[in-house]
Every structure is written in C-alpha cells, then in structure tokens.
T-cell receptor, first 114, second 109 residues
C-alpha cells in the first residue's frame, strides 16, 4: 500500500542521546515535512523540504536537523535530546511544494526523552 | 501574530448534526484545510476551501467566509466513528500552514 512509513513508532530516550526518526514515502511526492504535535497545541512545523536536495526551517527548528538526499527519504535527527522534545512526531508529504496540496501523514513516532 | 481559534471540545449525539467553527487571523490567505484525526492516529484530509461558500462532500460540508476570517465544518448524521479531533489549518501568504489546536468531538449514543 502506497504511503508514508515512519520508524520507530515509539521510543524512550535518555537526555543527551542522539536519535534519528526515519521517514520514507513511495508516492514520489516532491515536498516533505516534519511536524511535532503536543497536547493543546496545533501541529508545529519543524523542517521541510520542497524537493530532493533542499531543506528549510519551520516554526520550531532548534535542536533538530534534516536531510533530503533523495525523493523518498526525509530523516529527522535530534543531535542531543532534551526532555522538551518529548512529543509525537509526524512526517508528511504532498505532491506540490508551497503547501497547496493535500498532506499525507505517516502514523507518527512517539518520543519520550527522560 | 498568526492565530487559529477553534473550540477545544464538543459533544454531540449519534444521528444529529454538529458544526465545528474555526476563526483565523493570518498574514494573507491561500486556503483553509480541515483534517480529521482519530486518537493515536495520523491526521487525514477532509476538505480544502479557497473561495467563499459551502463545499459539500457526503455527510461532511465545509464553509468559508474570507471577509470574516471564518470557516466551519458541518457533520451530518453523526456516527460513533466520527468521534475524533478535527483540525483547522490555514495557508498563509508564504504558503506556510498554520494549524489550530484541534476540536475533540465526542459522540454519545
């Protein structure tokens, strides 16, 4: 089934550790996004990529980095995790950059930083 | 600043109709989205409005008034499976999506 796959689905991590959340899509979408979702807040954009080879900062980029080596993969890295990064992380893609298209979301990665 | 307001929680009865409102103040406007998110799952697309008026799609309809900075999602013939959070999001002048915190809809038998 076509879509977006995220891994891991859940992870408990010690503060200070490095962590990479993986995201792969097989829809050949140009644009990909990483969001975090926290209780009582709307989805907040961390980083995005309009096409392979390019990335941009969203609303809350500090402490996170991304890469887009090819169309399908868009990993999110926490270089040194902190408790405030405890959240549910969603990867999403769309078939048009500039956000004019519908977003397709992965199932989410629940990260707990202790 | 940019702001999307929607009620935190609503309760409705199975078989009834419910209207979920969304008001926005953003720097520019390039469209408004509604997404549905069941607990523990990913958001899924429901509707997109860029022009004023009502868009109907089965039991769900979405309305937009750009002059009032206002939208609503109308759900008819409510079913238990409609229990979910409903997220309103606006595309601003920079084509960035601004998300509301979501409205949790509880359906009672």
């Amino acid at each position: 089934i076509a879509g977006i796959t995220q891994a891991p689905t859940s992870q408990i991590l010690a503060a200070g550790r490095r962590m990479t959340l993986r995201c792969t899509q097989d829809m050949r979408h140009n644009a990909m996004y990483w969001y975090r979702q926290d209780l009582g807040l709307g989805l907040r954009l961390i980083h995005y990529s309009n096409t392979a080879g390019t990335t941009g900062k969203g609303e809350v980029p500090d402490g996170y980095s991304v890469s887009r080596a090819n169309t399908d993969d868009f990993p999110l890295t926490l270089a040194s995790a902190v408790p405030s990064q405890t959240s549910v992380y969603f990867c999403a893609s769309s078939d048009s950059s500039g956000n004019t298209g519908e977003l397709f979301f992965g199932e989410g990665s629940r990260l707990t930083v202790l | 600043g940019q702001n999307i307001d929607q009620p935190t929680e609503m309760t409705a009865t199975e078989g009834a109709i419910v209207q979920i409102n969304c008001t926005y103040q953003t720097s520019g406007f390039n469209g408004l989205f509604w997404y549905q998110q069941h607990a523990g799952e990913a958001p899924t697309f429901l509707s997109y409005n860029v022009l004023d008026g009502l868009e109907e799609k089965g039991r769900f309809s979405s309305f937009l008034s750009r002059s009032k900075g206002y939208s609503y999602l109308l759900l008819k013939e409510l079913q238990m499976k409609d229990s979910a959070s409903y997220l309103c999001a606006v595309l601003d002048s920079n084509y960035q999506l601004i998300w509301g915190a979501g409205t949790k809809l509880i359906i009672k038998p």
